[in-house]
C-alpha cells in the first residue's frame, strides 16, 4: 500500500509565505510525476503544479512566480514553497503521484489527505 502524507498547512496572512511537504511511503518502486492540487470550497479541485522525475515543472497561471514545487526523489518528497499568498489561494492543498510498485507494473494515481491553507488578515 502507497500512502501519501502532506504537512505544513497553516492560517497565514496576506502577503505571507507557507512550504508544503509531501511523503510517500510504501511499496514504492518508482515515482514518476508528482505534484500539488487544491480545492477551495465550492470549487473544483485544480492543478497547482506538477513536477516530473528530472525536475521539470509545470504551473497554474494563478500562482506563475509566486509558488515553487521542488521534489527530493531520495526521500520520496515532494515540497511547495508559496510566496506571496492570497487570500484566493485559500484551499485544502493536495499531494499526487504517480507511483509504480515494481519493475513491470504501471503507474498508478496515488492522493493524500490534503492540508488546510487559510490566507485572511
Known amino acids: 500500500q502507497v500512502r501519501l502524507v502532506e504537512s505544513g498547512g497553516d492560517l497565514v496572512q496576506p502577503g505571507g509565505s507557507l512550504r508544503l511537504s509531501c511523503a510517500a511511503s510504501g511499496i514504492i518502486f518508482s515515482i514518476n510525476d508528482m505534484g500539488w492540487y487544491r480545492q477551495a470550497p465550492g470549487k473544483e479541485r485544480e492543478m497547482v503544479a506538477r513536477?516530473?522525475?528530472?525536475?521539470?515543472?509545470n504551473y497554474a497561471d494563478s500562482v506563475k512566480g509566486r509558488f515553487t514545487v521542488s521534489r527530493d526523489n531520495v526521500k520520496k518528497m515532494v515540497y511547495l514553497q508559496m510566496n506571496s499568498l492570497k487570500p484566493e489561494d485559500t484551499a485544502r492543498y493536495y499531494c499526487?503521484?504517480?507511483?509504480?510498485?515494481?519493475?513491470?507494473?504501471?503507474?498508478?494515481?496515488?492522493w493524500g489527505q490534503g492540508t488546510l491553507v487559510t490566507v485572511f488578515s
Open positions: 513536477i516530473t522525475s528530472i525536475g521539470s515543472t
Open positions: 499526487n503521484a504517480l507511483v509504480r510498485t515494481a519493475p513491470q507494473a504501471g503507474y498508478f494515481e496515488v
